[in-house]
């Protein structure tokens, strides 16, 4: 008999309890660094009028990734394929009425219709993060030390990831005064620089002669060949090297590493594909074999709050995408076991089903996540429900216990049990649930198995 598919839409994903046990894990862990760090949660609508995309995020971006339709008010509206847009027209909304600097974040879903692949996918989550109001450097020292608590938040090293930086203004200089390119051919070139890791230095090559042209080509190969060959900034050509925006590069990293950041490095190939991009600009880049790939990166955004009418105002931010996180976290070994958010798992035994629902009520009541079997399967079968859940406590409950008030409490996962009180489950697991969490039960908080 056919029926209709159960394969979700193409470049999606269905998140059964065991997979939102992880996602949970990584946005608590997100938001754990964020609130550290000062920032204040906000949101903003699914959909946005395309105009908004088409200012500034790219043509690539909106013409063939950005799912978009025709509304009855005749409108044409994205569905969100990124949120820095969406947060600029907010603050151009509310210029004149907001503290600066102002420091935002926000977990948020979007969709890029894009060639489904590892670690990329249609529908994806994102943590954006973003300083508004402030041009001192220190507010991108500031966002990429958040980034790397980030990582250390999930127990990551310094060795196994690399922060890659470079600056738009420095690319600029490097196009124009040292490359000798006209404006259209800058921007040829800048789109690809920033598919060079995506390509094959033949067709990298190739694209090059077709942008400088056939007079200009030798010299012009030559001259990206000693760019490619500078390991630090002193090594840049001289036109390139006395640019104010390198000093601003060197600032930067000063402060990096007196934050204790030494595992970031320039990149003068690092073009970030994002047209808003004025300043900063850098990526967090996985070391591991398996999966040598950006992470994720961000950079300083001053004129996009200006498209919207208003006076332009500094912004700098940081977006790392789950999928790419759950990626990383994989290939270095540093998911937990997590287990269910359910405390305990309470077994009717027969005789005592009209009993059990003012117990049930108040452990609820006391903030004890409970699960009821009322199925009257036998007590082996409940228990390997409860096993199979994941939870970590079984109580059960029969007519003696009712009579005496004492219950029968097992620790699935180190095979005990013992009869006690109430007040006393509600302490055993409120106990374990705050050591387990570090913390009291929050948005996101998932149980990490010892």
């Given at each position: 008999m056919s029926g209709l598919p159960t394969e979700p839409y193409k470049g999606t994903r269905d998140f059964y309890p065991e997979d939102m046990r992880v996602r949970n894990y990584i946005f608590g862990k997100w938001l754990n660094v964020v609130r550290r760090f000062g920032y204040e949660a906000y949101d903003a609508p699914l959909l946005e009028p395309v105009d908004i995309y088409e200012a500034k995020s790219g043509q690539e971006l909106v013409s063939e990734q950005t799912y978009q339709f025709t509304d009855r008010g005749d409108r044409k509206v994205a569905i969100r394929?990124?949120?820095?847009?969406?947060?600029?027209?907010?603050?151009?909304?509310?210029?004149?009425?907001?503290?600066y600097p102002t420091?935002?974040?926000?977990?948020?879903?979007?969709?890029?219709?894009?060639?489904?692949?590892?670690?990329?996918?249609?529908?994806?989550?994102?943590?954006?993060?973003?300083i508004f109001g402030t041009d001192d450097i220190r507010a991108e020292a500031e966002i990429i030390n958040l980034g790397s608590a980030?990582?250390?938040?999930?127990?990551?090293?310094?060795?196994?990831?690399?922060?890659?930086?470079?600056?738009?203004?420095?690319?600029?200089?490097?196009?124009?005064?040292?490359?000798?390119?006209?404006?259209?051919?800058?921007?040829?070139?800048?789109?690809?620089f920033d598919r060079k890791g995506k390509i094959s230095n033949e067709s990298f090559r190739d694209q090059a002669i077709e942008i400088f042209g056939p007079q200009r080509a030798r010299q012009g190969l030559r001259k990206i060949s000693q760019l490619l060959a500078a390991k630090s900034m002193a090594d840049l050509p001289e036109v390139i090297r006395d640019s104010q925006a390198v000093k601003d590069v060197q600032?930067?990293?000063?402060?990096?590493?007196?934050?204790?950041?030494?595992?970031?490095?320039?990149?003068?190939?690092?073009?970030?594909?994002?047209?808003?991009?004025?300043?900063?600009?850098?990526?967090?880049?996985?070391?591991?074999?398996?999966?040598?790939?950006?992470?994720?990166?961000g950079g300083r955004y001053d004129g996009l709050v200006g498209v919207f009418g208003v006076e332009p105002i500094s912004a700098v931010g940081i977006a790392p995408g789950y999928?790419?996180?759950?990626?990383?976290?994989?290939?270095?070994n540093l998911i937990p076991k997590l287990s269910s958010t359910t405390d305990l798992y309470v077994a009717i035994l027969p005789g005592v089903e009209s009993e059990i629902d003012e117990l049930v009520a108040g452990l609820r009541k006391e903030g004890v996540n409970v699960e009821?079997?009322?199925?009257?399967?036998?007590?082996?079968?409940q228990l390997k429900t409860a096993l199979k859940k994941g939870i970590r406590y079984m109580l059960f409950v029969g007519e003696d216990e009712i009579k005496d008030k004492q219950y029968t409490l097992k620790d699935l996962r180190e095979n005990q049990e013992e009869k006690v009180s109430l007040e006393r489950i509600v302490s055993t697991v409120k106990d374990h649930r705050k050591n387990a969490h570090g913390q009291d039960e929050d948005l996101f908080v998932v149980e990490v198995v010892d």
């Open positions: 394929p990124e949120l820095t847009p969406s947060v600029s027209r907010m603050v151009a909304r509310r210029r004149q009425e907001l503290p420091r935002w974040y926000n977990i948020g879903q979007f969709m890029r219709y894009e060639r489904p692949q590892r670690g990329r996918e249609r529908e994806f989550w994102q943590l954006n993060v973003d980030i990582l250390a938040e999930f127990g990551a090293t310094p060795d196994m990831y690399t922060i890659r930086v470079n600056n738009r203004k420095v690319i600029n200089s490097m196009m124009a005064n040292f490359l000798e390119l006209d404006a259209i051919q800058a921007q040829l070139m800048t789109k690809l600032k930067l990293f000063t402060l990096l590493e007196k934050a204790g950041i030494r595992n970031a490095v320039f990149d003068i190939t690092l073009m970030r594909g994002l047209d808003y991009y004025t300043g900063t600009v850098f990526e967090f880049f996985d070391n591991h074999p398996e999966n040598r790939r950006a992470l994720f990166g999928t790419m996180t759950e990626l990383f976290l994989q290939v270095h009821v079997d009322f199925t009257k399967r036998k007590i082996d079968k």
